[in-house]
């Protein structure tokens, strides 16, 4: 199961996703924490299921940088200068 754009999923719709895991099934979930588009007061689920998950040891997080970029040279360097910044 693939659950894509996860950061603008609620900590319900996360829980809810999670919970559906089969028998000899695999999860992936990808999400980028600089780009949550939720309302006002409405928390990630991302971020909240990376809080309460972390410890758990068969569950694991990956983390990208700008270098795993495989899209147009400059997005690169976008996100690089965002990086830089530090307020996103």
Known sequence: MVLDE???ATSMQMKMFLTRLGEGSR???TGDRT???LPR???SGLADAE???KS???ISFN????K?????PLVAAIIEAYEADGTV
């Open 56 to 58: 758990i040891d068969k």
């Open 27 to 29: 999860m992936v979930i």
């Open 63 to 66: 983390y990208f940088t700008s």
């Open 6 to 8: 996860a950061q603008n």
């Open 41 to 43: 007061g409405v928390s």
């Open 51 to 53: 809080r309460l998950l």
């Open 35 to 37: 780009q949550i588009d």
């Open 68 to 72: 795993d970029v495989v899209r147009h």
